[in-house]
Structures are given as structure tokens and as C-alpha cells.
């Protein structure tokens, strides 16, 4: 196969390498940079994850990247799962982690390990100056505590989470963390139910796939980097199917050594793919934590010091993971007016490409000075399966509204909880 020569614009530094010009071009979608003012304090039936306990040897131990996640208790998504990356590394002293998370990357928080009792103690903390609005940003965290029908904030000082296996962090349901401004009302960012999660990586068991066929795979995540994405054509690539649900597919080294990625890849000898669930025709899901075996080499020796890799996914897969059925991500994403990933006979579309990157695998990354991530499209032709059942939505029904009580309403008004009901899909929705 035809090996390209490429020009690359850049991650977060400048390139000094043949071929390849300097330019900002990655960053994450942020879900920490509108200031909300408006709260929907409550206590949630949906537990955070229990972690048990674990011992661990030192705060040492803890190193490494994580989610947190936590359920919002904004008016802007009040109820709905949200989460971020957090990175830790070893503090100064034994007893001590600084910890960054991926809405505030540039800033180091401190938490501390009780290795005695395995427990990771975090305390209210300034995280900076926010220019913006003329003051320092903190860490908050605050107490819900009834008050009559409803739910106040007590600020505290602290939080203590338990370390349990796999060094999941949690922290106790009613305790609140965010981001904050000093002497302003409001947060970026304020959820309970919080957690913090070592990534679930997809590990590649070959005995578990077999290949289905060859396809064409018009590329999406990566080529928007380049100086010329028109340099990346159309190239053929196995897709494999699972022996036991074959609605998950595996797209199998689709930047390895017979690809035209080789030359730029720096693990092109190295196993990685990208894993779709067509289970839904309708919503076709790239999931997430899988490495693509794609990792660019940054440093300037070319020696390996400095390399990122890519966990593709789709915003599909976001909007599971933080909560949403199908129906309601298919109500949410037409709402938005985005493009959903499908298949439609031999061809799976996807829209919506996003990756996650080594340090923060779970963070919904594009290119900056690329085609934006919500008009980018990759499409996989010349599909053949076997043995697939998709479930399909019949976008073409009438839809109508009913209230709570199950009376019909011909004409919601914005705000009015109603069930939306359209075939033989209804899902409770908040008209806007």
C-alpha cells in the first residue's frame, strides 16, 4: 500500500520535524466554562458506585488517569450524569497526590491519602485567577441538607472518599465538588454522587472475533490534523464481528502497517481498533476507552519521550455513558440538530467523531484548526455481517404528548414534564 507523507498541525506544542507545521490544533469540548447561577438542588436515588475498601501501600499508588463522575446539580442539566478527566501524580510528600482535572488542566489540586484507612481527603482550594471575571476560582464543596420541602448548600471545608478496588475513589452522595468563583454566585461545574473511576479499557481477545469482511474506511478522527486531509483517501481495512453479539464490530488496526498511516504512526505494529455496537440502525455507537493503536511522537529526537494516543468514540457513546437512553439521546441529538451515526445496508456512517487522548481518554477532544467534530463524518463501506438483529425507530410516526396522568396535552408548554410518545417509543421529556 501507497504510504502518504504528511504535514501535521500540531498538538499542544510546536513541531520541529521536516513536512510538519506548528499551530494550536487539539482541545477538549469543555463542561466547565459557562458560569450557572441557577441550582436544582436534590438527593438522587441513583447511588454513586460503592468502592469497598482497599489497602493500598502508599499515595503513590493512586497515580494515573481517572473519570470523575457525578450527577449535576445545575438547572442546566439538573439530574444527568456529567464527568470529566482528572490525572493524578505523586505529591511532595508521602502523604500527598496533586490531582488535574481536564476542565482546568493548567492547575495542580492537592489531595490527601490516609493510607491507614484508605481514605482520600480533598479540601476547599483556590485554583486560580479567572480573568473573565476578576477573581480566583476555587474548588467547592458543599453539603445538600434538607431545608422544609426542598434542599440548601452548606459549604464545607472538606470531603473524605473511600478507596476501594481498582482505586475507585467515592464520596459520600449528599456532599457536592465544583468549581466556584470567590466572593460570585454560581459554578462551572457542581455535581453529588461523585466518583472518581479508573478507565474500563476495552482489552482485544482475538478468540472472541472473527473477521467478516474487508471494507472501505473513509477516515475521520485523525486527518483533520493534517496541513491537506484531502492527501487521506478512501483504504481498506478487516472488519471484525464478536462470536457472541454479533452487532459489535471491530474495525482492526485501521492506522497499522498496511495503512497509509504507518509512516506516522508510532505504534503502527501494535494492536488497536475501533469498536462499534450497531445494535441500533438508528444510533450506531463508537465506543469509548479503545485504543485506535494510533500514537503520534512528539518529541524532537523522534526517540519515543513524548507520545500521545488516541481512543476514538462518537458523541453518541457520550450521551450513554452520561445517562441517556437511545430514545432520549435520539430526542436530545435532533433537538441540537446533530447528525446520528447509522447503518443503512453496507454502509455505516458515523458523525460526531470525538477521541479521547492518553492522559485523558475519556475527554471529548477534535481539532482546532479542523473540520469541527459535529460536521466531520467517517464512513465504513462494502460492509457484509451475519447474524445481525438491529433495532430501528420509526423517526416517521406522529408524535404526541401526554402528561403525567396520562391525559394527552395537543400543545406543551416549555418547562411542562410530558411523556413523548412516538410509535412504539415513549420517553419522559422537559419541553423546551
Not at 439538573?78 to 490525572?87: A, E, H, Q, Y
Not at 473540520?371 to 430501528?392: H, M, R, Y
Request: aromatic share 12%.
Amino acid at each position: 500500500m501507497t504510504k502518504f507523507t504528511f504535514g501535521l498541525l500540531g498538538l499542544s506544542m510546536l513541531i520541529a520535524a521536516p513536512a510538519m507545521a506548528s499551530a494550536p490544533a487539539m482541545k477538549a469540548v469543555k463542561n466547565a466554562d459557562t458560569l450557572t447561577k441557577e441550582v436544582n438542588l436534590q438527593t438522587y436515588a441513583k447511588p454513586s458506585k460503592k468502592a469497598g475498601v482497599k489497602k493500598i501501600g502508599s499515595a503513590a499508588d493512586l497515580e494515573g488517569a481517572y473519570t470523575w463522575y457525578g450527577i449535576s446539580q445545575l438547572s442546566t442539566n439538573g439530574g444527568k450524569t456529567v464527568s470529566m478527566s482528572v490525572s493524578m501524580t505523586p505529591g511532595d510528600v508521602a502523604s500527598e497526590v496533586y490531582f488535574s482535572i481536564s476542565a482546568r488542566p493548567e492547575i495542580e489540586l492537592k489531595g490527601v491519602v490516609d493510607v491507614a484507612n484508605s481514605t482520600f481527603t480533598i479540601n476547599r482550594q483556590t485554583m486560580g485567577f479567572n480573568t473573565n471575571y476578576n477573581t480566583n476560582e476555587y474548588f467547592y464543596i458543599g453539603q445538600l441538607v434538607q431545608e422544609g420541602e426542598g434542599h440548601k448548600l452548606q459549604e464545607v471545608e472538606k470531603v473524605i472518599g473511600q478507596i476501594g478496588e481498582n482505586n475507585l475513589i467515592t464520596f459520600p452522595e449528599e456532599y457536592c465538588l465544583g468549581i466556584g468563583l470567590e466572593g460570585e454566585d454560581g459554578w462551572f461545574w457542581l455535581a453529588s454522587n461523585n466518583y472518581f473511576e479508573a478507565p474500563h479499557y476495552f482489552v482485544y481477545n482475538p478468540d472472541e472475533w472473527a473477521d467478516a469482511c474487508t471494507v472501505t474506511f473513509e477516515e475521520a478522527w485523525i486527518k483533520y490534523a493534517l496541513t491537506d486531509p484531502s492527501v487521506v483517501t478512501p483504504y481498506e481495512v478487516t472488519l471484525q464481528q464478536n462470536k457472541e453479539n454479533p452487532n459489535l464490530l471491530y474495525l482492526k488496526n485501521p492506522y497499522g502497517e498496511n495503512t497509509p498511516w504507518a509512516e506516522l504512526n508510532y505504534t503502527a505494529d501494535k494492536e488497536g481498533g475501533i469498536l462499534i455496537n450497531v445494535e441500533h440502525k438508528d444510533y450506531v455507537v463508537v465506543e469509548k476507552f479503545v485504543f485506535s493503536g494510533m500514537t503520534i511522537d512528539f518529541s524532537e529526537a523522534g526517540d519515543g519521550s513524548n507520545t500521545e494516543g488516541y481512543y476514538m468514540f462518537n458523541r453518541e457513546a457520550q450521551y450513554l455513558e452520561e445517562g441517556y437512553t437511545v430514545e432520549e439521546a435520539i430526542d436530545e441529538m435532533d433537538y441540537d440538530e446533530y447528525m446520528i451515526s447509522n447503518m443503512e445496508d453496507d454502509v455505516i456512517t458515523i458523525h460526531n467523531p470525538y477521541f479521547g487522548v492518553t492522559t485523558a481518554p475519556g475527554d471529548m477532544y477534535w481539532w482546532t484548526n479542523g473540520t469541527p467534530s459535529d460536521e466531520a463524518t467517517a464512513v465504513i463501506s462494502n460492509v457484509v455481517l451475519s447474524g445481525v438483529e438491529s433495532v430501528e425507530f420509526d423517526s416517521n410516526a406522529p408524535v404526541k404528548y401526554f402528561n403525567l396522568q396520562g391525559v394527552e396535552v395537543a400543545n406543551p408548554e416549555a418547562g411542562q414534564i410530558v411523556i413523548k410518545k412516538q410509535g412504539s417509543k415513549a420517553v419522559k421529556v422537559v419541553v423546551k
